[in-house]
């Protein structure tokens, strides 16, 4: 796994470590799967999201450099298929409906577990999901968002990258308004 500095590390092994689940019960995530964005994909017929993540939205985009700019939506994905490349999580369903599965997914790394949504979040490729009050639903995302935002890590790195669930809530009290 390039590009996770040792302090990150730390930082998503102490996340994680009070919740690393017992292996049993996880399924590999594995070749098949049909990725949707930054944080869901497909598979036999059912999608399958990382519960309490956010990804960019698809559409949105961040300026690299002077009139260069790149879908943000894709970074998130692109950065995804990576991580699930390189470190093959195993993922257990936490709340379903009839057409979606919310998912934790983890992946051993150096003999740790970690939390897939932790290291998305913690690159800055990722977000913490926010509920319809505007609170993180998972709030040790929000603790990783938070350093990964003070770094300058990934997407943070861009002045213009804006939080998707913001973008998300514009929305919804302006229908009018495009994300």
């Not at 590009?3 to 590390?9: F, H, P, V, Y």
């Amino acid at each position: 796994m390039t590009g996770i500095r040792a302090r990150n590390l730390s930082l998503m092994l102490c996340l994680v470590a009070s919740t690393a689940p017992a292996q049993s019960g996880y399924t590999p995530l594995g070749d098949g799967i049909t990725l949707e964005t930054g944080d869901t994909w497909s598979f036999d017929g059912h999608r399958f999201r990382l519960y309490g993540v956010q990804s960019c939205l698809r559409g949105t985009s961040f300026t690299v450099s002077p009139g260069d700019t790149r879908d943000c939506g894709e970074a998130s994905l692109a950065v995804l298929a990576a991580f699930i490349r390189d470190t093959r999580p195993a993922c257990a369903p936490v709340a379903q409906n009839t057409s979606l599965s919310y998912v934790l997914c983890f992946s051993t790394v150096g003999g740790h577990s970690l939390d897939l949504g932790t290291i998305l979040i913690s690159e800055g490729f990722d977000f913490a999901a926010l509920d319809n009050k505007g609170l993180p639903v998972n709030p040790a995302y929000a603790v990783a968002e938070q350093e990964a935002r003070s770094r300058r890590a990934g997407l943070w790195q861009f002045a213009d990258v804006q939080h998707p669930s913001v973008l998300i809530g514009h929305v919804a009290t302006d229908p009018g308004e495009r994300p």
